[in-house]
């Protein structure tokens, strides 16, 4: 099976930063979009920021500015820089990928289990 095991979060004050990182591994082909997303107690999870294999980048609106996603595709590996963090960006993260598991084969979404990212005021 496809495993992907994010890394980085924990607990930073308002306008702290912190940096994820997510690493793919198992059964892969190929790798195009990988991308972060949060989901806060309550609510629907939510796109952070994505980011394709050839570099094509969208980043959530509440996010532009201060987060920056990149990749290593020979490590199969996402990161996200988070800066001048604020409360409301308390949740947990999950990475994501659009996993190719051998040639021919259809790409499927795969996602981590996430990591807690706490933002104290």
């Known amino acids: 099976q496809v495993h992907l095991v994010e890394s980085g979060g924990g607990l930073v004050q308002a306008g702290g930063s912190l940096r994820l990182s997510c690493a793919a591994s198992g059964s892969i082909f190929s790798i195009n979009a990988m991308g972060w997303y949060r989901q806060a107690p309550g609510k629907q999870r939510e796109l952070v920021a994505t980011?394709?294999?050839?570099?094509?980048?969208n980043y959530a609106d509440s996010v532009k500015g201060r987060f920056t996603i990149s990749r290593d595709n020979a490590k199969n590996t996402v990161y996200l820089q988070m800066s001048s963090l604020k409360s409301e960006d308390t949740a947990v993260y999950y990475c994501?990928?659009?996993?190719?598991?051998?040639?021919?084969?259809?790409?499927?979404?795969?996602w981590g289990q996430g990591t807690q990212v706490t933002v104290s005021s």
């Open positions: 994501n990928a659009d996993v190719q598991e051998a040639r021919g084969y259809q790409y499927t979404r795969r």
């Open positions: 980011i394709t294999r050839a570099g094509s980048i």
